[in-house]
């Protein structure tokens, strides 16, 4: 029997919280990919739970609403 469940929850940053800025650099180099490269149509982040990958997404969410 079960007598206690426990879930793990899991919310994405929405700033880089490493001093390194890791996540805001690889970001970075994603804007700069698809600004300034025509040929690129998509590109994929991969990443075990917990590594960073929506938070990356949401660091290039916010600049290019910076860009509208």
Do not use: W
């Not at 700069?32 to 990356?56: A, Q």
């Amino acid at each position: 029997m079960i007598s206690k469940l426990n879930f793990l929850v899991e919310k994405p940053a929405k700033e880089d919280e490493y001093e390194s800025g890791s996540h805001q650099r690889i970001a970075e180099s994603i804007l700069e990919t698809l600004r300034y490269n025509d040929e690129v149509n998509v590109i994929g982040i991969e990443g075990e739970l917990g590594s960073g990958k929506s938070t990356v997404i949401n660091i290039i969410e916010r600049e290019c609403k910076k860009d509208e």
